[in-house]
């Protein structure tokens, strides 16, 4: 009796998002490379969202694919690492899981993966990337913070016309360590949302890709330095001058076609 029950709670987790309404089951890579602390404020943001967070490996991604969720969220860590672990064949998966009505979700090292070309302190990596962004992903911005400095950053919202922003204050502080900016192709049909202050470089994309959609965040809006609603203590050190979760929230609302 104990065993049966034991595996009807099994394939109750493992089913959980096939049996729940999809748009309500977002993937989290948490993987070789990702930051532990990222994984942990990242999950308590979307579930602070009200929706399903799966963890996933990058053996789920390249044998398994993504079909029962909507979402797949990279968090901060080492990009180079994810490309080394996620195959080409779990690339492929993840391009065609969001050509097909998915959506990705990628903040800080999750943002660089997507680059065609990864620059890190002014060299391209010897990778391959996701290659979903039509540009190049660069950094860190060292006129904000060089590598392994992290400051709260001010960045400026440069779309208010956009669903994602259209409610945001033309500023936020966000706490960057050490992000990427993004450098779009000559004809990349994007929109940039955000700038950072220093700089002007673009720190905040969103754009189509086939059926699917991509936000993409250079800095790291899952943390809540003046709360501990992440997981961890609110900071004596950072001032975040307001809660970027309302953001994120609406970036989801966004990917699920929810708001447009």
Same mark, same amino acid.
């Given at each position: *009796? @104990?065993? =049966? ?14 049996? #729940? ?6 993937? =989290? /890579?948490?993987? @070789?490379?990702?930051d532990?602390?990222c ?9 602070? *969202?009200?929706?399903?967070? #799966?963890?996933?490996r ?7 694919? %993504?079909?029962?969720?909507?979402? %797949?969220c ?7 690492? /994810?490309?080394q ?6 690339? !492929? ?5 969001? @050509?097909?009505?998915?959506? /990705? ?19 391209? =990596?010897?990778m391959t ?21 992290? $400051?709260?950053?001010?960045?400026n ?25 993004f450098?779009?192709? /000559? ?5 940039? %949302? +955000? #700038? ?7 720190? *905040?994309?969103?754009?189509?890709? +086939?059926?699917? #959609? $991509? ?5 790291h809006?899952?943390?809540e !330095? ?11 050190? &950072? ?10 929230? @609406?970036?989801?609302? &966004?990917? =699920?076609? !929810?708001?447009?």
């Amino acid at each position: *009796m @104990r065993v =049966l029950v034991i595996l009807l709670q099994f394939l109750f987790f493992t089913n959980c998002c096939i049996l #729940r309404d999809k748009t309500a089951c977002i993937a =989290l /890579y948490s993987d @070789r490379g990702v930051d532990k602390d990222c994984i942990k404020a990242t999950e308590n943001m979307f579930k602070w *969202m009200d929706y399903t967070v #799966r963890l996933v490996r990058a053996n789920d991604i390249n044998n398994q694919g %993504l079909d029962n969720f909507k979402i %797949l969220c990279v968090p901060g860590g080492d990009m180079y690492q /994810y490309s080394q672990d996620i195959s080409s064949e779990g690339k !492929e998966n993840i391009k065609d899981f969001i @050509r097909s009505g998915g959506a /990705y979700i990628g903040i800080c090292g999750g943002s660089y993966f997507t680059g065609e070309k990864v620059i890190w302190q002014g060299n391209q =990596l010897p990778m391959t990337p996701l290659g979903i962004f039509p540009g190049t992903t660069r950094g860190p911005v060292d006129e904000i913070a060089p590598y392994p400095q992290c $400051v709260m950053c001010k960045v400026n919202i440069t779309d208010s016309t956009h669903p994602i922003t259209q409610s945001e204050p033309d500023s936020a502080w966000i706490l960057y360590c050490y992000g990427p900016m993004f450098l779009p192709n /000559y004809v990349a049909d994007i929109s940039i %949302l +955000g #700038r950072y202050d220093i700089g002007n470089h673009p720190m *905040m994309i969103s754009f189509d890709y +086939g059926d699917g #959609r $991509v936000f993409i965040i250079g800095t790291h809006p899952e943390f809540e !330095e003046d709360s501990d609603c992440d997981g961890f203590p609110a900071s004596d050190v &950072w001032d975040d001058r307001g809660s970027d979760w309302e953001l994120m929230k @609406r970036a989801v609302l &966004w990917c =699920l076609k !929810e708001i447009n």
